[in-house]
């Protein structure tokens, strides 16, 4: 059964910093991996996507990395902004006994972009 | 193109009654998902139609059912209602196929008394 953890579960920096926001994963046979922002009481917003062949995705000040041998994928946001504030989801997709796919979700890293 | 949309926003309802949630995907897409979430659980996968038919559940129990019409709009039942169903519940639609973007609405809110 595909287990998802995110760490840290909350994260504060200054406006300007760099940071990467971690997501391991149990089982590595993914179809690929996904990467969410929601906001508060808002429904999730796709950020980038990684098949299970890619290394990683670049969407301007984003770039997603997916690891699969060692179950690890990264989000680096470059030049933090308040605006980045939200909390990120990562997502597996897996097969399920069914035959069809569904999303495997971490608990999220909430993070604050401070002024 | 229009997003998923997902209606109403919000609903109080009080325990014992039923609930049906509605989702509309993004035109072309066959694929509907619908995924619990709530502070403790984080996000949980109900079950997921593709052409009108259920190709997965999850662990939920039987008070919580779907169906999905020939436009691919979805909708979510639950009967039974308890405080523990107070979430948000979300519907993402797809092309339906391994590898394909997942998009979200912004899902209904509902809160039990």
């Known amino acids: 059964k595909q287990e998802v953890t995110q760490i840290p579960a909350a994260l504060s920096v200054p406006e300007g910093e760099n940071l990467v926001l971690n997501c391991s994963f149990t089982?590595?046979?993914?179809?690929?991996l996904q990467w969410f922002r929601q906001d508060p009481g808002k429904g999730l917003t796709s950020l980038l996507l990684?098949?299970?062949?890619?290394r990683e995705q670049t969407s301007g000040r984003l770039n997603a990395s997916l690891d699969k041998s060692s179950g690890r994928s990264t989000l680096y946001i470059a030049a933090s902004q308040p605006g980045d504030s939200a909390t990120y989801l990562c997502?597996?997709?897996?097969?399920?006994?069914?035959?069809?796919?569904?999303?495997?979700f971490g608990k999220g890293t909430k993070l604050t972009v401070n002024p | 193109k229009a997003g998923v949309t997902q209606t109403p926003r919000y609903l109080i309802k009080t325990r014992g009654q039923q609930v049906t949630l509605s989702c509309s995907p993004i035109?072309?897409?066959?694929?509907v998902s619908w995924y619990q979430q709530t502070p403790g659980q984080g996000l949980q996968f109900l079950f997921e139609?593709?052409?009108?038919?259920?190709?997965n559940k999850g662990n939920f129990p039987g008070r919580f059912s779907g169906r999905q019409f020939s436009n691919s709009r979805s909708e979510m039942n639950v009967s039974t209602l308890e405080l523990g169903d107070s979430a948000l519940y979300l519907c993402?639609?797809?092309?339906?196929?391994?590898?394909?973007?997942?998009?979200f609405g912004p899902g209904t809110r509902l809160t039990v008394t």
């Open positions: 997502a597996t997709e897996v097969t399920t006994r069914g035959g069809s796919e569904k999303l495997v």
């Open positions: 089982d590595s046979a993914i179809y690929n």
């Open positions: 990684i098949q299970s062949s890619q």
């Open positions: 139609y593709f052409s009108e038919t259920q190709r």
């Open positions: 035109s072309g897409h066959r694929s």
């Open positions: 993402a639609s797809s092309f339906g196929t391994a590898s394909y973007e997942q998009y």
